[in-house]
């Protein structure tokens, strides 16, 4: 697990880190590279947990949803995979680099919030930099696990990755390419069955904290 820097959580921000009425049981932090499948992996995670117990928490999603109110812009296509997402990336980017600049928590909190942050697991499908890892690190320490989901740049250009100065360079895609310690790299190149035997560690660990 990834060490918590030295800041500690303010009384406030401990007490309403998450709606739910107790604590996660298993909290997995992924990250990823555009393209590299780490919805894909979330998603299968969550079909084989089942809905009830296992929720997939987006920090992407309290992003865009304030980015499209502060700028009147359709949340809806923010949040698929259309060219509408990819025309404001870059600036969607900057601001929310200014957000976190301003309170490194602010997403994390957020998505928190949601009220998929009842289910006992939490899989935080795309923490992007060394403060979203710190946070959880920090709030949920006891529980939480990093895991990093990679895929050859062959691989991803086939998924329709094009490098895109400006949004590949920076520090959400670059941010967490060192400096962390991850308990699991899933390597996403396509194949369901190398797949599936990569994820059973990871099923195998949440069932045991499920089960403690």
């Not at 601001?95 to 998505?111: I, K, N, Q, V």
């Not at 529980?143 to 691989?155: I, K, M």
Request: charged residues 30%.
């Amino acid at each position: 697990m990834a060490a918590p820097d030295g800041d500690s959580p303010s009384p406030s921000s401990s007490s309403s880190s998450s709606s739910s009425s107790s604590p996660p049981r298993c909290v997995l932090v992924f990250s990823g590279k555009r393209k590299s499948g780490k919805d894909f992996v979330t998603d299968s995670l969550r079909g084989r947990l089942g809905g009830d117990v296992c929720a997939i928490l987006r920090l992407s999603g309290p992003l865009k949803s304030q980015f499209a109110k502060e700028h009147r812009l359709q949340l809806d296509k923010l949040l698929d995979a259309s060219d509408y997402k990819e025309r404001y990336r870059g600036d969607m980017i900057r601001w929310g680099e200014a957000r976190r600049s301003a309170d490194p928590g602010f997403f994390c909190r957020l998505a928190t919030q949601s009220d998929g942050a009842r289910c006992p697991v939490w899989l935080i499908s795309d923490a992007r930099r060394r403060s979203d890892v710190d946070w959880f690190a920090r709030h949920h320490g006891a529980v939480t696990r990093t895991v990093r989901v990679s895929a050859s740049d062959d691989t991803r250009r086939k998924r329709g990755w094009v490098f895109t100065p400006g949004i590949d360079d920076m520090e959400s895609e670059c941010g967490l390419d060192s400096g962390v310690q991850w308990d699991w790299n899933i390597r996403n190149d396509g194949s369901d069955g190398d797949l599936d035997s990569q994820l059973q560690e990871i099923l195998s660990h949440v069932e045991l904290q499920l089960g403690s």
